[in-house]
């Protein structure tokens, strides 16, 4: 058993070497990049050509749900929750709208036209 724990201490020792390894190196290549898009901006900016957009890191965009979809949900919803009726039922939508990983653009809109549709 005090053979396992030294063997336990040891890795534990090592794992914490290199996570502050990493950690350390991740920094570094951080600075790095920060360093070489300023590099790259500056070189742009001399020859007159526009610099390239951000590193594509912002969230991606869901596509809208449409009239059809939002119908279909307020179908399930009806079917779930037969009582529910006006904010309850435009929220309980949105929620589903939500679930299928669609985006609530032009949800205003779309909304009142699929409700008449199942009406």
Do not use: N
Request: glycine share 8%; aromatic share 2%.
């Amino acid at each position: 058993m005090e053979g396992l724990e030294a063997v336990r201490k040891e890795l534990e020792a090592k794992r914490s070497q290199v996570a502050e390894a990493l950690a350390a190196t991740r920094k570094d290549a951080s600075a790095l990049e920060a360093d070489l898009e300023r590099i790259e901006a500056a070189l742009s900016a001399l020859s007159g050509k526009r610099a390239k957009k951000g590193s594509g890191r912002g969230r991606a965009k869901k596509p809208s749900a449409s009239k059809e979809e939002v119908r279909e949900v307020i179908l399930e919803v009806r079917r779930a929750e037969p009582q529910a009726k006006g904010d309850a039922l435009r929220d309980a939508v949105k929620a589903g709208i939500r679930k299928r990983g669609r985006a609530l653009t032009g949800f205003g809109i779309v909304y009142p036209k699929a409700l008449k549709d199942t009406s």
